[in-house]
């Protein structure tokens, strides 16, 4: 075969917050990145999943976005950085520069398309239109793939019938392109909350459908390290082999200026999920329809880990058993950002533990 194989001790997958956080912590405890451990990343740029976001999303609109560990060493801070660009644009940048100054020698694009065992060695099959078809032979892995490439759809009678359009909000660009159309956003979280704010006064007509009545808070900011009830939620799920519960469902949806706008003139005020997708639209349990164009389904992400699955780590339980970043499963296996740590503050602290872990192993 023409495959290149070569062997390193530590691979990393992802070069978001959470594979960076583990990455500088690997190199303050003295490893060399490249030769000591390799980040391998699919997406074409640095920023992790932020650079994939829409172009109108900016930071802080949502939640806080957490600084990497030793980002101020740079004198940069998500704190202090210009809310009037887009998100993407500034945490590519920042994430860019982090990986400068760090040397973290990031290798991408690179997609994982799997991880399996040969021997005592964990095997990593890459691809990439730059490098081709590798093999990559490592003695541990820190997985840090976040959630962004699983989007999750429930399913809903009828919805392959739907003649409109449908997508995820991993496939929304730009409002615009809804311009006079009837529109039906489905979802309980600050993204569909986002899309309506956005739609209102473009779409011709805007439907909102949520699976639970929304949990509106009275702050201006969600701080996620706050909630922890949510956060202990995932991590009791997480060590239990359960499948993740959605963050949103233990924090709640704070209440801005903006928001609290949208609600006093009507546009923010979620219908019980419809019964049915109809070819033209959406049927209502009480047998009433709406017309639409376009559903959009901003119904979250699930774990992004189709790369493991010759590993077996999944319990019957339908989760990994996964605590402090580290799988109980299989301990050369570590997921950084997953569950509790699924978060720009979760993912910082995971780096720490993470690496600490894996400096003990090596
Ligand atoms: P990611 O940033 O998703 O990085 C994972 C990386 O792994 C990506 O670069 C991806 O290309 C790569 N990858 C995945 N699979 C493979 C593979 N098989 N092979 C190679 N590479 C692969 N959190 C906050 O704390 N504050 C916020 O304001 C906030 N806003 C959000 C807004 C939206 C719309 C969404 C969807 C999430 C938001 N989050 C926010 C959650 C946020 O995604 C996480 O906090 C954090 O950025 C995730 O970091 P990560 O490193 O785990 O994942």
Redesign the pocket.
């Known amino acids: 075969s023409t495959t290149t194989t070569t062997t390193v001790p530590v691979v990393i997958?992802?070069?978001?917050?959470?594979?960076?956080?583990v990455a500088y912590h690997l190199k303050r405890f003295g490893l060399t990145a490249g030769r000591d451990f390799v980040v391998?990343?699919?997406?074409v740029e640095a920023?992790?999943?932020?650079?994939?976001?829409?172009e109108s999303?900016r930071?802080?609109?949502?939640?806080?976005?957490?600084d990497l560990p030793g980002l101020s060493e740079l004198g940069l801070s998500f704190e202090t950085a210009d809310r009037s660009r887009p998100?993407r644009d500034v945490?590519t940048e920042y994430y860019r520069r982090f990986e400068e100054h760090f040397e973290l020698n990031v290798v991408?694009?690179?997609?994982?398309?799997s991880v399996f065992n040969r021997r005592a060695d964990l095997v990593v099959r890459?691809s990439s239109p730059a490098f081709g078809d590798r093999e990559t032979l490592a003695g541990l892995l820190v997985n840090?793939?976040?959630?962004?490439?699983a989007p999750f759809i429930p399913h809903y009678p009828g919805a392959a019938s739907f003649t409109g359009r449908q997508l995820h909000?991993?496939g929304f660009v730009d409002a615009a392109e809804f311009a006079g159309q009837r529109v039906v956003v489905v979802g309980g979280g600050?993204?569909a909350i986002?899309f309506l704010l956005e739609l209102d006064g473009v779409a011709a007509s805007l439907t909102w459908a949520s699976r639970r009545p929304v949990d509106w808070v009275h702050t201006e900011h969600l701080d996620?390290e706050g909630a922890s009830a949510a956060v202990a939620m995932q991590d009791e799920a997480a060590r239990a082999g359960r499948a993740l519960p959605s963050i949103v469902s233990g924090t709640g949806v704070p209440v801005s200026r903006r928001i609290q706008a949208g609600i006093d003139r009507g546009l923010l005020v979620e219908r019980p999920m419809f019964a049915a997708i109809e070819p033209t639209g959406v049927r209502w349990p009480n047998g009433t329809f709406t017309e639409a164009d376009a559903i959009i389904w901003a119904t979250g992400?699930r774990p992004?880990l189709?790369?493991l699955a010759p590993l077996k780590l999944r319990d019957k339980a339908g989760g990994l058993v996964v605590g402090a970043g580290s799988s109980w499963t299989d301990p050369r296996i570590f997921l950084?950002?997953?569950g509790p740590?699924?978060?720009?503050?979760?993912?910082r602290r995971a780096g720490r533990v993470i690496a600490r872990q894996v400096i003990a192993l090596l």
């Open positions: 997958i992802g070069a978001g917050q959470a594979g960076l956080s391998f990343d699919r997406g920023g992790g999943a932020w650079q994939y976001r829409w999303l930071l802080g609109a949502a939640h806080r976005v957490n998100a945490v991408r694009p690179v997609a994982v398309d890459t840090a793939t976040g959630t962004w490439g909000t991993n600050t993204s986002g996620l992400f992004e189709r790369h950084a950002g997953y740590q699924a978060s720009t503050i979760g993912a």
